[in-house]
């Protein structure tokens, strides 16, 4: 397989810099006049910029309805609380204060409103996403690229399910991302976000499709930037210029410009989503825990891949006598990566118990295969949650 025929639109405006959120007013009032304020559990009252957003909404003469509470992995309780609120309210545009939890919930709260029946339909593939109020973004955390990204993740209390939907009408019209809101971050969350960005980077990195080398020097830019910068920022948190770097460099991994013509993996998410869906961790830490392991199980699938990555990400020695020993070392450092900016990478770490990974594994698989870089059955996928113990 050479590289894939594609189709590339963003039409996300992204509005990046120092203050531009006090300008939040003039980009609303493009898209509607009753809008729905939805921000998380306070962040945002804490550090003042629930004022600055008022404060702008109302100079620029819109209505305003809010709805604050959203939960790091997002619940369909309130999702569903937020959908009566819309059509009570009449709202036509949805401004997302927050991270990717609070995007998300935007996001579905979007393609809820003029769908008469369960929203969670659209999360299970009975329904198919065909209208959606616009949504804007406010950035608070560099992590889910949900600012410009069509996708939406949410956890639903009954099952412990945490499932995705996804469409190109659910792409934020606008996203401004201001790096100096990110300074309050504590280190957990800034860490978290940062292995988010890098599993960005990596499900798109492992592919099998040949000759996409453009691609792959732009995925290892973003790696290396956030190698280079993320135990820089947990130094001077209040740096404009690291936290910058580490905003844009999110963005720009998930808004599909650096998947194209090549076959994204994404096993990895599915299987870090058994996690969050059933522990509540936060969706970077699983990640750390389970892409290594991941990693270490389907390196053999494609040895020159990995010692590709060994070689141009971490700068390892390329052993041509031993290209296995090449690609270990990058997966190891990989992992240390992880350890060495506070991130846990076991289950351990997570104190998560063996009891329920075969109960994972089978709900990750419920409905195929997972991954693309190599297919994953419920064996393979307890197999990774074992070597992640
Ligand atoms: O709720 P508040 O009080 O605002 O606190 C949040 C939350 O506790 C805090 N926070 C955010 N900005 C802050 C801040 N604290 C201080 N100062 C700030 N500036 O950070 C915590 C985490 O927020 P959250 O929104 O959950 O983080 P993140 O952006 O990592 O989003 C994670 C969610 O996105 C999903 C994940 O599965 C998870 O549910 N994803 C969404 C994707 C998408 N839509 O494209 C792709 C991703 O792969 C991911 O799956
Ligand atoms: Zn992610």
Redesign the pocket.
């Known amino acids: 397989m050479t590289m894939e025929n594609f189709v590339f639109q963003n039409c996300t405006k992204i509005i990046f810099g120092k203050d531009t959120e006090k300008n939040v007013g003039n980009e609303v009032v493009n898209y509607g006049r009753n809008v729905l304020l939805h921000?998380?559990?306070?962040?945002?009252k804490k550090?003042g910029l629930y004022d600055t957003i008022i404060k702008s909404l109302k100079e620029s003469g819109v209505n305003i309805a809010e709805l604050g509470g959203?939960?790091?992995?997002?619940r369909l309780k309130l999702v569903k609380e937020g959908i009566r609120l819309c059509r009570e309210s009449n709202i036509d545009f949805i401004l997302a204060v927050?991270?990717?939890?609070?995007?998300?919930s935007a996001k579905a709260i979007s393609i809820g409103v003029s769908y008469d029946g369960d929203v969670w339909d659209f999360y299970t593939g009975k329904a198919v996403i065909n209208e959606a109020l616009p949504v804007g973004v406010v950035l608070?955390?560099p992590?889910?690229?949900?600012e410009s990204?069509p996708?939406?993740?949410i956890n639903k209390e009954e099952g412990n399910l945490?499932r995705?939907c996804g469409s190109n009408l659910i792409r934020p019209k606008f996203a401004i991302l201001n790096p100096e809101?990110?300074y309050?971050?504590?280190d957990y969350?800034t860490i978290?976000?940062a292995a988010?960005i890098m599993a960005?980077g990596l499900e798109r990195y492992f592919t099998q499709t040949k000759d996409v080398g453009f691609t792959d020097r732009l995925l290892e830019a973003v790696l290396k930037t956030m190698i280079q910068t993320v135990p820089l920022v947990l130094e001077s948190p209040e740096n404009y210029d690291l936290r910058a770097e580490i905003m844009w460099a999110g963005t720009v991994v998930?808004n599909d410009l650096l998947g194209t013509g090549r076959i994204e993996d994404w096993a990895s998410?599915m299987i870090e989503?058994e996690l969050?869906g059933l522990y509540d961790v936060?969706?970077?830490a699983g990640l750390a825990v389970v892409f290594p392991a991941w990693m270490k199980y389907v390196y053999k699938e494609n040895l020159q891949r990995f010692v590709q990555y060994a070689v141009r990400v971490w700068g390892v020695e390329n052993d041509f006598q031993n290209p296995e020993r090449t690609a270990l070392e990058g997966i190891k450092r990989t992992k240390d990566f992880f350890s060495s900016i506070g991130l846990p990478t076991t289950l351990a770490e997570l104190e998560i118990p063996d009891d329920k990974l075969e109960e994972m594994a089978e709900k990750c698989t419920a409905n195929g295969p997972v991954g693309n870089f190599k297919s994953l059955f419920k064996e393979d996928v307890l197999n990774i949650y074992k070597l992640a113990r």
């Open positions: 921000y998380g559990g306070g962040s945002i550090s959203v939960q790091a992995n997002p927050g991270g990717g939890s609070v995007i998300d608070t955390i992590a889910a690229g949900s990204s996708a939406s993740v945490k995705d809101l990110t309050t971050l504590p969350q978290c976000g988010d960005h998930h998410h989503h969050s936060a969706h970077g």
